[in-house]
Nanobody, 123 residues
Framework: VQLQASGGGLVQAGGSLTLSCAAS????????MSWFRRPPGKEREFVAG????????AYLDSVKGRFTISRDNVKNTVSLQMNSLKVEDTAVYYC?????????????????WGQGTLVTVSS
């Protein structure tokens, strides 16, 4: 599976952005898809995921209620709608694909990664 992330940019605090990750290759519907991010000078962290098997979702506590992950198994895409953005959401965002039906919060479980897209939230 090859992943291509897009949609990053510069936005003011309180604004919204939608990230998209397009997948090529077979069996996208059999991959759990997640978004991770790496804030400046910090470690990569899990942001949101959606299970291929159950459709269940999981979120980082600090983004609950503000971010929504969704997938389209026809278009082979996964999106991250980000609302009420905060300065601390500034990061490079990556999409990852994992064959485990459980949503893993550690990046080492993911087999495939997109190239990252930069989100900058200004105050």
């Amino acid at each position: 599976v090859q992943l291509q992330a897009s949609g990053g940019g510069l936005v003011q605090a309180g604004g919204s952005l939608t990230l998209s990750c397009a997948a090529s290759g077979r069996a996208f519907s059999r991959y759990t898809m997640s978004w991770f991010r790496r804030p400046p000078g910090k470690e990569r962290e899990f942001v949101a995921g959606v299970s291929w098997q159950t459709g269940n979702t999981a979120y980082l506590d600090s983004v609950k209620g503000r971010f929504t992950i969704s997938r389209d198994n026809v278009k082979n895409t996964v999106s991250l709608q980000m609302n009420s953005l905060k300065v601390e959401d500034t990061a490079v965002y990556y999409c990852g694909a994992d064959q485990d039906p459980r949503i893993q919060r550690l990046g080492r479980h993911y087999n495939y990664w997109g190239q990252g897209t930069l989100v900058t939230v200004s105050s």
